[in-house]
């Protein structure tokens, strides 16, 4: 289904496809946002601050149940048919592909007692997959919603992203933190959600780029990443053994202002280094988010770019998972006039963001796509990012 395919004719669409692959029509259709994150990388798992916005770009399902057990799955997006499964022989770490995530909600939802007796699935969706939007995350939140409406669980979107997330970390094995399925369930359009991981606590704040002549743009480098992979996970263990050579739980609870402290700290107790580095990310990320919270409530969004290029530094020379296209996108954004530029998402590979002056926008698109062609890489995929609503039934 192309991305240009509008609401209403993308849901007879895939009406008219389910219809005829399993025979009958669907319940319902739903759909579930991918997103972008502004400002807090890596803070989700250390129950830190994050600040997402949902991106019009969706999962659709179109679901009907079924009573005999069975889970049925279908996405025409990837090539083959359809993924037959007994919910009773549902078990994590089983493979399944792209199919994994959404079955890994319907286990989650199961092992959490909720009466779930089968479905027939079909997936579309428009969000960039390998591209650091949470692809993964928006499959989760719409199944999730979907059999939370049919069957009549009476979840709140919180708990549906918590049923997500713990699909992924469960069930297909990601050590992911809580903010994709959170972004995907609970963002409403027009604003950024200012998420409290620790107690789930959020905020809507207005995100009107238009209004302050601002354009904020999504730079897909095209170059696929896979969270599996053992980086991701190699970085939570990493922070995790920061937090406990500091005596807390998590690395939520450094201060800012206790950062040089905690840092010697950690040199003195002969840490690995790569574990330093990690808690000075991690800890002075959150008082990024606090920044750019600060700045959006007194209208100052421009001044937000600094903010995130500081982000972006963190996050290729602490945490050092950015890539030398990632790299690019931010220098050569920067160079063109841009206010600020990071990698957004888990990196190595994926997307960056670039906050740029309406009147400057495709002077800078322009010149990140010189760039690119300049260093031999295959031409990134430009669009804007506009904050949109969370997921929702469709019809």
């Known amino acids: 289904m192309t991305e240009n395919t509008g609401p209403t004719a993308a849901r007879t669409e895939l009406t008219a496809s389910f219809t005829e692959l399993y025979g009958h029509a669907p319940e319902g259709i739903w759909a579930a946002p991918g997103r972008v994150n502004l400002i807090g990388e890596y803070t989700d798992f250390n129950d830190g601050f994050v600040m997402p916005l949902a991106l019009p770009h969706t999962a659709l399902a179109a679901v009907a149940r079924r009573t005999d057990g069975e889970l049925r799955l279908h996405s025409t997006d990837v090539p083959g048919g359809v993924v037959q499964l007994r919910l009773d022989e549902l078990a994590p770490h089983e493979g399944h592909g792209w199919a994994a995530y959404p079955a890994g909600v319907v286990w989650a939802l199961r092992e959490a007692g909720h009466p779930v007796a089968g479905a027939d699935i079909q997936l579309t969706s428009t969000v960039p997959t390998g591209a650091g939007l949470s692809s993964s995350a928006a499959l989760e939140v719409v199944t999730a919603l979907a059999l939370n409406d049919l069957f009549e669980l009476g979840l709140s979107a919180p708990e549906l992203a918590v049923l997500g997330q713990r699909a992924e970390n469960d069930f297909v094995g990601v050590p992911c933190g809580v903010m994709d399925q959170m972004a995907s369930a609970c963002c409403t359009e027009g604003n950024a959600l200012h998420l409290d991981t620790r107690d789930l606590t959020q905020r809507q704040i207005p995100f009107d780029l238009a209004a302050h002549g601002l354009r904020l743009l999504v730079v897909d480098t095209q170059v696929k990443h896979a969270l599996g992979d053992g980086a991701y996970a190699e970085r939570r263990a990493g922070c995790e053994a920061g937090a406990a050579a500091l005596g807390v739980r998590t690395l939520r609870e450094v ?129 804007p990012a506009v904050p949109s609503a969370g997921a929702r039934r469709l019809g």
Do not use: W
């Open 255 to 383: 201060p800012y202002d206790g950062l040089d402290a905690a840092l010697d700290t950690l040199a003195g107790a002969g840490v690995d280094e790569s574990v330093v580095r990690y808690v000075r990310h991690v800890v002075s990320d959150n008082a990024r988010v606090e920044q750019v919270i600060a700045l959006l409530d007194a209208g100052d969004v421009r001044a937000a770019g600094p903010v995130l290029n500081a982000g972006h530094v963190s996050l290729r020379d602490d945490l050092r998972v950015s890539c030398p296209e990632l790299d690019l996108v931010v220098s050569a954004a920067n160079e063109a006039g841009a206010l600020g530029a990071r990698m957004t998402g888990g990196g190595f590979g994926g997307s960056a963001i670039v906050l740029v002056a309406e009147e400057q926008a495709d002077t800078v698109a322009k010149s990140v796509l010189e760039a690119f062609a300049a260093a031999g890489h295959t031409a990134p995929r430009i669009f």
